[in-house]
């Protein structure tokens, strides 16, 4: 961190901030530390967009954001951060423009990149006091987690699901007069199997949950970088919107955990995408000829008159909203009990609504001896959006 007794207010920040420099626990020195703190937020989407505004408004002197995606249209149901007029713009620019607007004072530093193994220590590089952890995917958990010990940085950790929530803080070191906690593999020693875990994307999320935890981790942020208060450190802190209950559990550092123990075994940024089973050998058949059929083939083969079974593997609430005519609905966690409802000598077409279920599905069908099945690539929005726009896409 700069050293805060070297960063001035000019006299339109005295105004900015005159509620702030009132309260005896802020005063000048915690306005003056703020402005001095640098923050890395992973993630300019749900709980980003809480975190980006609310601490620049708050004075933080720099914030980096690192995002490699675009605004898109189901995003706005809670990315509060990003407009109408911001669909298709990359997240980094939008969220720069909306922090300017609420405060110039702040630096924004733009990374419209994935972070990886290979630039998040390049990025640390870049000087950051704290990183807020606003992904919704596990390889970038444990990615953010490891970088963070090895570096001795604070970590900011949240998630969301559905109606709940989780925050916390890890600290790998002592900080700022607060001492040193568990970090996340302390919490979460292996990922789950992938898919086990479905994110918001396939499960869905309240879209006021995300300002909910963004603003605990808004919140704690500001506190380690003042050095003020009790920090969520060794808590973990649970949020259930549908019963309006905040619980909390007592986490330990584990002094077994490879990255944070007494002898850590992980001393440099691993393959994360590896260690969460992501990297191919979990779909064994997806390298198959003729594992996936494009919508337009499907289209074809159908118009060509030719007997095509449709399974739909979504939730029931998503057959709700869209199908395709003449399928066989039978949700993913069904399908091994009801499969001999399934012939294995059809030509078998799954979806799901981005084809990334369905490709599981049909991984687990060809296992079974259903060598015809196939995946609908790009899953029911693809065939939204290339064959039949009167199918809504979500
Ligand atoms: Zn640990």
């Known amino acids: 961190m700069k050293d805060w007794q070297q960063i001035e207010l000019t006299h339109e920040e005295y105004m900015r901030y005159s509620r702030h420099l009132i309260m005896p626990e802020v005063g000048m020195k915690g306005q003056r530390k703020l402005k001095a703190s640098s923050i890395l937020l992973i993630g300019a989407g749900g709980l980003g967009s809480p975190l980006g505004m609310y601490l ?23 990315q509060v951060m990003h407009g109408e007029q911001d669909l298709d713009r990359p997240k980094v620019e939008s969220a720069r423009d909306r922090i300017h607007d609420l405060n110039r004072n702040v630096e924004v530093i733009t990374y419209r990149e994935p972070v990886t193994s290979d630039n998040l220590m390049r990025i640390l590089d870049d000087g950051y006091d704290l990183v807020i952890d606003g992904t919704d995917n596990f390889p970038t958990r444990y990615l953010t987690n490891d970088a963070c010990v090895l570096r001795g940085i604070p970590n900011v950790y949240g998630s969301i699901f559905r109606f709940e929530g989780q925050a916390t803080v890890f600290l790998p070191r002592d900080f700022n007069g607060f001492l040193r906690g568990p970090c996340y593999r302390c919490l979460y020693p292996t990922p789950p199997p992938p898919g086990m875990v479905p994110s918001c994307a396939e499960g869905g999320v309240l879209g006021i949950l995300p300002g ?9 942020a500001v506190k380690l970088l003042m050095g003020i208060g009790e920090p969520l450190v060794g808590r973990l802190m649970l949020y259930d919107a549908l019963e309006m209950r905040f619980r909390q559990l007592k986490l330990k550092r584990d002094p077994n955990c490879p990255v944070c123990g007494d002898h850590p075994t992980v001393t440099e940024l691993i393959d994360y995408q590896e260690f969460c089973g992501y990297a191919g050998t979990t779909n064994g058949h997806a390298q198959d000829a003729g594992f996936q059929i494009e919508p337009k083939e499907l289209k074809a ?36 009990e009801r499969v001999n409802e399934l012939d294995t000598a059809d030509n078998l077409v799954v979806y799901c609504r981005y084809g990334i279920r369905s490709a599981q599905i049909v991984s687990f069908l060809r296992d079974l001896g259903f060598a015809k099945a196939r995946n609908l690539r790009g899953g029911i929005n693809a065939w939204s959006r290339e064959v039949d726009s009167r199918v809504p896409e979500y």
């Open 56 to 78: 620049a408004a708050a004075g933080v002197g720099r914030l980096g954001i690192v995002d490699h995606d675009v605004v898109d249209r189901t995003n706005l149901q809670r």
């Open 212 to 220: 909910v935890v963004g603003l605990i981790q808004a919140t704690e």
């Open 301 to 336: 083969t159908l118009d060509d008159g030719q007997a095509v079974t449709l399974l739909d593997c979504r939730e029931p609430v998503e057959w709700e909203i869209s199908q395709l005519a003449g399928a066989k609905f039978i949700a993913m966690d069904e399908v091994a």
